[in-house]
C-alpha cells in the first residue's frame, strides 16, 4: 500500500503518515519526488487500513498495489488448482459438467433426471436439498430426505454429488452425503457460513454473490481456504443489473479476469445467469469459449412441474443437445470434455469413487 501525499504536505505532515504507520505495527519507507512525496506502507495490510491512513492530514489518496487476496491469487499460488473429486478433475484442462434439477422433488422425477443427465454425459449431479428463496411461503427443499434421495441416485448412476448447504448447524450433515458443498449466491457473504465449510475437506462451490464485485468474490474464497480447506471451485451465476429482460445479468467478463486473477477453477452457470430456458445453451458455449473449467447445469425431466426454475430448466433432450454442441466446441478450443466418471475411475486417474 503507498500513501501518496499532498504536493504541498509539510514535513511534519510526512513524518506523522509514517509515525502512523509503524505504530499500526508496519515499517515506512518515503519516497521522494520533485512534486511530491509518497509513503511506502510494509507489510500484511488489510482493506481498512486505506482508510485510516486516508483521514491523516496532508494525505491526497492511499493506494493498494498488491491484491487484498492472497490465498486465492495467482500471485501467492501461480499454478492451477486442480479439485479433485473422485476419479474426477476440475481445472486439469478438461471441462467438467455437473448438470440435474434446481430442487430435489420426487423420488421419480429425481432419478429419472440423474439417468438423463448421466445419459448424456454429465460428470456431476446436482439437486438442491436446502433451498435458498426469497419468500418463506415457496417450496424450502425437502432436507434430509431430499439428500437421501440425492444418495439414492448417485448409488444407482455413480455421479458424485453437488448439493447447497445453507446453513452453517447444517455442515456435517451436509457434508457426509455431498461430493461436493455449494455455497450459493444469496450465502456469498455468510462469513460464518463461508468459514466452517472452510473446516471441512469436501470440495467448496463457491457462487458469486449476486451482488458481489469479482474482488469481494475472491475474498469469500479467502474465507474458505482461511480455515485450511484450498479445494474451492468459484461460479460465476450472473449478477444484479438494471436489465430485466434475463432474470440475472451472466457476466462473461469475469471469467478471463479471475482465471487471470486466481488460481481456482471457475464454473459457469448460465441457467441462473440467464433465467431463460432458450438462453442456457449460447450462454454455456459462451463461458466455456471464454475459458471456463466446466459448467452447471440446471435439468429436469418435466420442467413444467419442476417445483423451483423450471423456466430455466433444460429439458433432457435440450441437454443432450447442449452436451452435443459443447464436445465439438471443447474440441475446437482444445480442451476436451472430461471422460465420463466411470470411465475415468477405471483408468484409475484419480482416487476410486
Ligand atoms: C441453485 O443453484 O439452485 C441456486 C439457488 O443458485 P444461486 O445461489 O446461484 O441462486
Ligand atoms: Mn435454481
Known amino acids: 500500500m503507498i500513501v501518496v501525499m499532498r504536493t504541498d504536505a509539510s514535513e511534519e505532515q510526512i513524518e506523522a503518515v509514517a509515525a502512523k504507520i509503524r505504530e499500526l505495527g508496519f515499517r515506512d519507507r518515503a519516497i521522494r519526488g520533485v512534486e511530491r512525496t509518497v509513503v511506502c506502507v510494509l507489510g500484511q495490510v488489510y482493506p ?47 471441462v467438467v459438467v455437473m448438470a440435474g434439477q434446481c430442487s430435489v422433488d420426487t423420488e421419480e422425477f429425481t432419478m429419472a433426471t440423474a439417468r438423463a443427465v448421466k445419459e448424456a454425459g454429465a460428470h456431476v449431479l446436482r439437486g438442491g436439498a436446502f433451498k435458498p428463496r426469497t419468500s418463506p411461503h415457496t417450496f424450502e427443499g425437502h432436507g434430509k430426505k431430499g439428500l437421501e434421495l440425492l444418495a439414492k441416485a448417485k448409488a444407482e448412476t455413480g455421479l458424485p454429488i453437488i448439493t447447497e448447504v445453507l446453513d452453517p448447524r447444517d455442515v456435517e450433515l451436509v457434508a457426509e452425503m455431498a461430493d461436493i458443498l455449494q455455497i450459493g449466491s444469496r450465502n456469498g457473504q455468510n462469513f460464518a457460513l463461508l468459514k466452517e465449510v472452510g473446516r471441512t475437506n469436501k470440495p467448496v462451490l463457491l457462487k458469486r454473490g449476486m451482488w458481489a464485485t469479482v474482488e469481494e468474490w475472491l475474498l469469500a474464497a479467502e474465507h474458505i481456504m482461511s480455515q485450511g480447506n484450498h479445494n474451492v471451485i468459484l461460479c460465476e451465476r450472473g449478477i444484479r443489473t438494471f436489465e430485466t429482460a434475463t432474470r440475472f445479468t451472466f457476466d462473461v467478463n469475469a471469467i478471463p479476469w479471475v482465471k487471470r486473477e486466481s488460481h481456482l477453477p471457475v464454473i459457469a452457470d448460465p441457467s441462473h445467469g440467464t433465467g431463460r430456458w432458450y438462453l442456457v445453451e449460447p450462454v454455456a458455449l459462451a463461458a466455456i469459449a471464454a475459458g471456463a473449467d466446466g459448467l452447471l447445469i440446471e435439468v429436469h425431466v418435466s420442467p413444467d412441474h419442476a417445483l423451483s426454475d423450471g423456466a430455466q430448466s433444460l429439458t433432457p433432450q435440450n441437454f443432450a443437445r447442449l452436451m452435443e454442441r459443447l464436445r465439438v466446441l471443447c474440441q475446437a478450443l482444445g480442451r476436451p470434455l472430461h471422460p465420463p466418471v466411470a470411465q475415468a475411475a477405471a483408468r484409475g486417474d484419480g482416487q476410486p469413487l
Open 48 to 94: 481498512e487500513l486505506m482508510d485510516e491512513l486516508m483521514v491523516l492530514d496532508g494525505v491526497e489518496t492511499v493506494l493498494r498495489v498488491s491484491k487484498p487476496y492472497k490465498l486465492a491469487s495467482r500471485e501467492v499460488h501461480p499454478m492451477d488448482t486442480v479439485v479433485r473429486v473422485g476419479g474426477l478433475e476440475i481445472g486439469a484442462g478438461r
